[in-house]
Nanobody
Framework: QVQLVESGGGLVQPGGSLRLSCAAS????????MGWYRQAPGKQRELVAS???????TYTDAVKGRFTISWDNSESTMALQMSSLSPEDSADYYC?????????????????WGQGTRVTVSS
């Protein structure tokens, strides 16, 4: 069983920075995709950034140049460094992991979510 626990959310002023962390536990294979999603009130959950196999990162256009995703394999922790925050970044941020695994010869895709951490950008 995989567990993801986010931390680091809070209130920050516009233009400020915040670092989110996602501590992963359980059996996560080397080949996996981890990501940060966010959901603002009344809006759909959206992918903010992802990192594949702990190396290759992608970002949604709205956060490019401001957010940095990273994976620390030794700590099994994913981070999202956010800077130049604006009120539009306010949302609940969720950690997600997806990977393929074979159980009794059947390959399936597994997806796990964290419980979320709230980011509020306001003066």
């Amino acid at each position: 069983q995989v567990q993801l626990v986010e931390s680091g959310g809070g209130l920050v002023q516009p233009g400020g920075s915040l670092r989110l962390s996602c501590a992963a536990s359980g059996n996560i294979p080397s080949y996996h995709v981890m990501g940060w999603y966010r959901q603002a009130p009344g809006k759909q959950r959206e992918l903010v950034a992802s990192i594949t196999n702990g190396v290759t990162s992608t970002y949604t256009d709205a956060v490019k140049g401001r957010f940095t995703i990273s994976w620390d394999n030794s700590e099994s922790t994913m981070a999202l460094q956010m800077s130049s925050l604006s009120p539009e970044d306010s949302a609940d941020y969720y950690c997600h992991v997806s990977f393929l695994a074979s159980i009794r010869g059947i390959v399936d895709r597994y997806n796990y979510w964290g419980q979320g951490t709230r980011v509020t950008v306001s003066s």
